[in-house]
């Protein structure tokens, strides 16, 4: 089945540490992504990449890195840094970044103790 | 970039009510227009899209939206809601490179 698949779904982690996130897609997409979803905002988007080896700032970067090594892959870092990172995480893909059609995964739940 | 506002948090429908989901973006010029539903338990998905021509367009399981440019609205509409229709929708607006999301609307149909 193609499809994207975000690991891992839950995850604790103690303030000060860095945590990373998985997104593996087999649709062969150019472009993906990484929202964040919080209750009565929405998604924002956190970081995006149109191509291996580039990728840009969304709208709310700050504390977060990611890279883009493989096609298929896509890790977000969430790191020390991001004051607030207890969230529901979204990874997703598209064809092209034209479109605005995106597939998105199943998400990966952080809480921060 | 866009504001996409979404007009309710919480929609509660008995089965066979019609549902209306309001939805409005900050400004105009080319622009592709999206909800997208997330039932309980599953991936967040594409109901319905516009990008060009009729203004009244269909999505799956008979949901359908309408763009009104001189408004900058995009609601979406169905006739008759199913206990299966419970879920969270967004409305999401693309210009340029960027897909902006409104906050959700929680849709709970009750049998």
């Known amino acids: 089945d193609g499809g994207i698949t975000q690991s891992p779904k839950y995850l604790f982690r103690k303030e000060g540490q860095n945590v990373t996130l998985s997104c593996e897609q087999n649709?062969?997409?150019?472009?993906m992504y990484w929202y964040r979803q919080d209750p009565g905002q929405g998604l924002r988007l956190i970081y995006y990449?149109?191509?291996?080896?580039?990728?840009q700032k969304g709208d709310i970067a700050e504390g977060y890195s990611v890279s883009r090594e493989k096609k298929e892959s896509f890790p977000l870092t969430v790191t020390s840094a991001q004051k607030n990172p207890t969230a529901f995480y979204l990874c997703?893909?598209?064809?092209?970044?034209?479109?605005?059609?995106?597939?998105f995964g199943e998400g990966s739940r952080l809480t921060v103790l | 970039a866009q504001s996409v506002s979404q007009h309710n948090h919480h929609v509660i429908l008995s089965e066979a009510a019609s549902l209306e989901l309001g939805c409005n973006y900050s400004y105009g010029g080319t622009v592709n227009l999206f909800w997208y539903v997330q039932y309980p338990g599953q991936h967040l998905q594409l109901l319905l899209k516009y990008f060009s021509g009729d203004p009244l367009v269909k999505g799956i399981k008979g949901f359908e939206a309408e763009f009104i440019k001189s408004k900058f609205s995009f609601n979406l509409r169905k006739p008759s809601v199913q206990w299966s229709d419970t879920a969270e929708y967004f409305c999401a607006v693309k210009d340029d490179y960027k897909l902006s999301f409104g906050a959700g609307t929680t849709v709970t149909v009750r049998a």
């Open positions: 997703a893909s598209s064809i092209g970044q034209g479109t605005g059609e995106l597939f």
């Open positions: 649709l062969n997409h150019d472009a």
């Open positions: 990449s149109q191509i291996v080896n580039d990728f």
